[in-house]
């Protein structure tokens, strides 16, 4: 356990995309040559749309939304197979991160990840990082069928780890997720990324702290 700004501490949850690890900018040009291969611009408001949900839930938003021929599934696979080999071997992670689990594990808190992302993209990324073995749970919005504007992920966690949510720290770089945690009592921590910087002020308002790196958190 450990105190944070007069808390106590017990359980961090992470997200993971544009947190943990530097993969923003690849669903970024995925995105874009998916479009792009369909004679269409990438919409504007198009990655705030699926930023917080599944592929499922965002394969179903843009066949439905943007009239794409191609089955759920069948977008699904486009995305997975242009995703892996950067997930198994190309994202890093995001400066400070390392060393910040390694404090917080010497201070016997607990750790976990809510991510959008599947399993089959997080964990070899995981393993490959040498970051795994840190986290005591790790869940998908797979697992809870939604998104994270709704709450039933941290939740979920929360159950996993039995810690409370006002004893847990949450780190996401997305105002959707932030909202969530903090207006459901989660001490929440706003993570700089470079494609959400339109979001910021968003950000700053559901968080107790914004951090440019997890270096400054030690």
Known sequence: MMNFLNKEIKAVIFDLDGTLIDSTSVWKKIDSQF????GMEIPKTYTDDIAHVGLK???IITKEKYHIKESIE?????????????????IQLKQGVCEYLAFLKQNNIKLAIATASPKK????????LKIYHYFDYIASVEDVKKGKDSIELYHFVS?????LPE??????DISVGLKTAFTNKYITIAVFDENSIKDDK?????SYLYIKDFLELL
């Open 167 to 172: 004893n847990t720290l949450v780190f996401e």
């Open 121 to 128: 993209l997080y964990e070899p990324c995981l393993k490959r």
């Open 159 to 163: 159950n996993k780890l039995q810690i």
């Open 57 to 59: 839930e965002a394969a």
């Open 74 to 90: 069948e977008i699904i696979q486009e995305w997975q197979q242009a995703s892996y080999d950067e997930y198994a071997y190309n």
């Open 35 to 38: 479009f792009k291969k369909r």
């Open 202 to 206: 968003e950000k700053i308002k559901y």
